[in-house]
């Protein structure tokens, strides 16, 4: 009886696995569709056109970090880099998403639209880019305390960007 039982197991495991590699599943990390004479990047300072001081930092500082972490390409100067990767922090806004019934924002919804592009620095060929990667978070709004509610927006901003550079990190390599 045990040998049927684990005979069983064995089976369903097999066809688990036939399952997810013949419909295209894969795990992340393993794809690189960039040129193999691709082996650094130069992560150039954003250009910051929102009304928000300094996040134009944040959003280099955060891709910088994740393509250290991933160990796939060298972070070098532009000079001597293989690719640059260049972006315009395009629109920073909020709106109200939910309000009190004083009809006072209670939360409120912040967004980026940028425009990142990657390019070959031998001849500046695109090799990756998206003129409107878009990111939201939400934070709450503290009506009774202004300070609060702008450490919240704050807050909600490092999420965006900290994800926007996983997103942008992960989209490069995967070529999408």
């Known amino acids: 009886m045990v040998g049927l ?10 066809f688990f696995c036939m399952a997810i590699t013949s419909c295209g599943y894969h795990f992340a990390g393993g794809e690189n569709n960039l040129p193999p004479d691709i082996r650094s990047i130069a992560v150039l300072v954003f250009e910051n056109r929102s009304s928000e001081p300094g996040i134009e930092n944040d959003f280099t500082n955060d891709l910088v970090y994740e393509f250290t972490r991933g ?25 109200a998403i939910t309000y009190t019934k004083e009809v006072v924002a209670a939360e409120q919804r912040v967004y980026v639209i940028l425009d990142v592009r990657l390019e070959r ?55 999408f």
Do not use: P
């Open 5 to 14: 039982m684990n005979r069983g197991l064995k089976i369903s495991v097999l």
């Open 71 to 95: 160990k796939r390409l060298a972070i070098a100067e532009k000079d001597s880099a293989d690719a640059v990767l260049t972006g315009i922090i395009k629109q920073l806004g909020s709106q």
């Open 121 to 175: 620095s031998d001849n500046g060929d695109v090799l990756w880019s998206d003129k409107s990667f878009t990111e939201k978070e939400e934070y709450t709004v503290v009506a009774s305390d202004k300070a609060a509610t702008e450490a919240n927006k704050r807050a909600a901003i490092k999420l965006i960007s900290e994800r926007t550079a996983e997103k942008i990190h992960n989209r490069i390599f995967q070529g």
